[in-house]
């Protein structure tokens, strides 16, 4: 059971970037996904979720608007996509599966394996 992520860099403030994160020896279409990023210094946030089907999706209230979350079931693949990048922005970013929220007010719980985090670095 695996999940790799990918697509980090150096970017320029304003610019956008696709982060990827493919699934391997999971029920990737029977759970929940999601984006969690950790900066240097402070606690790992989460950031987005996307439902099984991709129908529903759920987003941090810091990144609101400017992060869209999406998933191909018949690649495996869950996908973060961010706009309008910010030096604030910069962190590691890390994808999770199988996520479950308890209600409707805390985020989700990781419930299954972790990907191996992927570096968004936005110079101003």
């Known amino acids: 059971v695996q999940l790799q992520a990918s697509g980090g860099g150096l970017v320029q403030a304003g610019g956008s970037l696709e982060l990827s994160c493919a699934a391997f020896?999971?029920?990737?279409?029977?759970?929940?996904m999601g984006w969690f990023r950790q900066a240097p210094g402070k606690e790992r946030e989460y950031v987005a979720a996307?439902?099984?089907?991709?129908?529903?999706?759920y987003y941090g209230g810091s990144v609101k608007g400017r992060f869209t979350i999406s998933r191909d079931n018949a690649k495996d693949t869950v996908y973060l996509r961010i706009h309008e990048l910010r030096p604030e922005d910069t962190a590691v970013y890390y994808c999770?599966?199988?996520?479950?929220?308890?209600?409707?007010?805390?985020?989700?719980?990781?419930?299954?394996?972790w990907g191996q985090g992927t570096q968004v670095t936005v110079s101003s």
């Open positions: 999770a599966a199988n996520l479950v929220f308890y209600n409707d007010y805390d985020p989700p719980v990781v419930k299954g394996p």
């Open positions: 020896g999971l029920p990737f279409s029977d759970y929940y």
């Open positions: 996307i439902s099984w089907n991709g129908g529903s999706t």
